[in-house]
């Protein structure tokens, strides 16, 4: 099928350099202990991201829908896939929105076992943003786990990789805002809504800087991609844009069973979709386009879906026809690919010479068998 062509646009990514907090990782004494008190924040730090992946997978955002759209199937990053890969619940606290007031040095002193006297000597102000330098925590987190305080420690060591992993801003620094969800307690949510606002922003200025935690995104996306040898060895050496366009809906893993011990968000009151809201921006989803990824088949287009059936992750026709016709409106950026289809061997056929030298040797066998008897 001709899915037409539009024009990639140039993104790249904001990393910050973590080689110094995962550094101070390794003085965790106990980490399935420290997973248990913050989650899997630490495995941030270890998320090798595949280089090239994640340049492609952003062509596929669909802005209008708020997901990945495929040639014939979509993707959406979900609440409970990021409070999954993370190991955080997700909260009934009141989200953080920005609008908050930035907290007191006493209340950050308070929740990070520091002095008031050291907040107010070591806050800085850049592009117009309070925050504390990396420096500065790093310095006083290795103190703390010397002398043996690891409650002080794990809580400075959580707010760095808040601060410069999950909502990096400033290089360097840990700005007000990283503080301020710390303090809140509830950050999928605004995880999940500053990742889709930079996305839809940098979507509609056709490019540019993407800030936002790029290896919790490679995650999400690795794990829905298939792990069969023939697309992971790629031994054809195809490109990112070739491998993820000679996948169909049926190659894609739809459906963690882990996720049916959570509670899945439907809505939010009356309102359909479920809304996230980020440090800059309210953005939502509509929880009908990722049905499939919690285990359940859709049955029709958005507009008039039916969920029948747990377990099961098949779409039918018409939703694939649905998402045919959108990947058409869309346009793809890469040329269609052909399906990686397992290749059966067909079975090999025998000369009519080879078959009657077998049939004359298996005659002579049963005489000189015949013989012995």
């Not at 007031?101 to 592009?127: N, T």
Request: glycine residues 6%.
């Amino acid at each position: 099928m001709d899915y037409g062509r539009r024009n990639t646009k140039k993104y790249s990514f904001k990393c910050s350099d973590l080689k110094e907090l995962k550094k101070l990782s390794s003085f965790v004494l106990d980490p399935l202990d420290f997973k248990q008190r913050h989650g899997k924040v630490l495995h941030v730090l270890s998320i090798d991201v595949v280089e090239g992946l994640m340049s492609v997978l952003v062509q596929f955002y669909d802005p209008l829908y708020r997901c990945f759209t495929f040639p014939d199937y979509h993707l959406v990053p979900m609440l409970e896939e990021h409070a999954h890969l993370l190991g955080i619940p997700i909260s009934d606290k009141v989200l953080f929105s920005g609008l908050e007031k930035i907290p007191r040095s006493h209340v950050i002193a308070e929740a990070f076992h520091l002095k008031k006297s050291e907040i107010d000597a070591h806050l800085v102000k850049k592009r117009g943003i309070l925050g504390l330098t990396s420096d500065f925590l790093i310095g006083r987190a290795t103190v703390f786990s010397q002398a043996g305080s690891m409650d002080a420690f794990e809580a400075i060591l959580v707010l760095l990789i808040y601060g410069l992993a999950l909502f990096p801003n400033i290089d360097g620094v840990v700005d007000v805002n990283a503080i301020g969800i710390f303090l809140i307690g509830n950050l999928i949510s605004t995880l999940l809504g500053d990742m889709y606002f930079s996305l839809h922003l940098r979507n509609s200025k056709g490019g540019g800087t993407i800030v936002w935690c790029v290896p919790i995104l490679y995650k999400w996306f690795i794990s829905h991609l298939p792990q069969t040898p023939a697309f992971l060895e790629n031994r054809q050496c195809l490109w990112w844009s070739q491998r993820l366009m000679s996948l169909t809906n049926d190659d894609i893993v739809w459906y963690d069973s882990t996720l049916g011990s959570l509670d899945i968000i439907y809505s939010c009151g009356e309102f359909s979709n479920v809304p996230h809201i980020g440090m800059q921006i309210g953005i939502n989803y509509n929880l009908t386009l990722p049905s499939r990824q919690l285990g359940f088949p859709l049955r029709d287009k958005p507009n008039n879906v039916q969920l029948q059936g747990l377990f099961l992750s098949r779409g039918l026709e018409a939703y694939i026809i649905w998402v045919k016709k959108r990947a058409l409106e869309l346009k793809m950026l890469y040329a269609f690919e052909r399906p990686m289809y397992v290749v059966v061997v067909e079975p090999s056929t025998l000369p009519n010479q080879d078959i009657n030298e077998l049939e004359d040797a298996l005659a002579q066998m049963k005489q000189e068998r015949d013989l012995w008897e």
